[in-house]
């Protein structure tokens, strides 16, 4: 079965997505993790069949920067589709070269609609 894994700190943020993609009639496993460094681990345990990273770029100690230089390190990991969930002008934060070594795919801007989310992750599935 093909997956999704959802990366944030929070459990009620986690749990909303979680949601959301459900609604949005998606079939996929959802996978979750706490902060960066669980969510590589979490992608290599179950690659090649997660096609999605939901990450939050800004969680406390290992941050969607910490998960990006991660998985970079690992080509079969770096090649899956990732939707950074930022705050509003964080995107600016994120450095093109090292979204360059992994497989950003877009983001989205916190607070976002289920509406938003679905436009981003939506096009990144087919």
């Known amino acids: 079965m093909k997956k999704i894994l959802v990366i944030d700190d929070s ?3 986690r749990k909303m997505l979680i949601s959301i993609i ?3 009639g998606l079939k996929h496993e959802i996978l979750e993790a706490s902060n960066g460094e669980e969510g590589v681990t979490v992608l290599a ?3 090649p069949d997660v096609v999605l990273v939901l990450c939050d770029w800004d969680m ?3 941050s969607g920067l910490h998960f990006i230089k991660g998985i970079a390190k690992a080509k079969a990991l770096s090649k899956v589709p990732i939707v950074l ?3 509003e002008g964080e995107e600016e934060e994120i450095p093109a070269p090292l979204a360059g070594r992994a497989n950003v795919a877009g ?3 916190k607070p976002f609609t289920p ?3 679905k436009a981003a992750i939506l096009p990144v599935l087919g």
């Open 85 to 87: 969930m930022t705050t």
């Open 107 to 109: 983001s989205v801007a």
């Open 11 to 13: 459990a009620i943020q």
């Open 45 to 47: 345990s179950h690659a």
């Open 115 to 117: 509406d938003q989310l």
């Open 22 to 24: 459900q609604k949005a």
């Open 60 to 62: 406390p100690g290992k």
